[in-house]
């Protein structure tokens, strides 16, 4: 592996739009505490990495808690399949888990909607424009589930999009947000993901304050699904410039 490396692990939280109060129990009237200790609107420390296959046009590793991605990126070059010109690149995504990525075999979230999921983020970001009748292929794996998967997929691949020198109209960043009772736990981990009311995901271009993507899921009020979309973007926009750090990390840092 390449020696591309952000040295430090960086946590970011969204501004608070309110005080936070204590977290009532999704298993009983006790107060409860997240699994891993953080408050509600405190993300997973994160690990990033550009850099990480060598073979490959560009690729990033991504560490947030105990989810674990490395994404390789391969192109632009010339498309197998026969098609007519266009002035348009073509963008491939697949998303694939390792047999061990989570604790039961065959566990995984269904890998084609997530490669849907992933183009759909993406390619809203790139200029295809750039790269005209060639494709781009985007490779993600999993390496160990903890939560929030897919939004750590795709900050991951616009890391590596750009350690491969694709042409982006900006970074693309990721937060997912949970909906437990009464509470917003931002960034959540499994145990959370699967007790949840109702789950939101907004993958945006922070400097251009655009949103490439949003998902939602469950039952949320009017007040609670505006808060929530606040706090996403505000965190898209810091674990922004998380990754930014990083590509300059990478340039400044001399090769191993």
Known sequence: MA???????????????????????????????????????????SFLRTGAVNYASGSAYAEFGNTKVIVSVFGPRESKKA??????GRLNCNVS???????????????KDLSSMLHKALEGAIILESFPKTTVDV???????????????????????ADAGIMLYDMVAS????CLGKNLVIDPVSEE???????????????????????????????????AMQLCLDACSKLGKIM?????????????
């Open 3 to 45: 020696g591309k490396i952000s040295n430090t692990p960086a946590t970011y939280m969204p501004s608070p739009t309110s005080q936070n109060k204590k977290m009532s129990s999704i298993f009983t009237g006790s107060d409860w505490v997240r699994p891993d200790g953080r408050g509600p609107h405190q993300c997973r420390p």
């Open 83 to 88: 098609m007519m010109y266009s002035d348009m």
């Open 97 to 111: 888990y390792t047999s061990f990525a989570t604790p039961i075999r065959g566990q995984a979230s269904e890998s």
């Open 139 to 161: 490779f993600a794996l999993v390496l160990e589930s903890g939560g929030s998967e897919l939004p750590v997929i795709i900050s991951c691949a616009s890391l590596a999009l």
């Open 175 to 178: 937060v997912s947000m949970s």
């Open 193 to 227: 993901e699967s007790y949840q009311d109702g789950g939101l995901m907004i993958t945006c271009m922070p400097s251009r304050n655009e949103v490439t993507q949003m998902t939602v899921t469950g039952e949320w009020s009017t007040p609670k699904i505006h808060e």
């Open 244 to 256: 930014r750090s990083c590509l300059k990390e990478a340039v400044t840092l001399p090769q191993e």
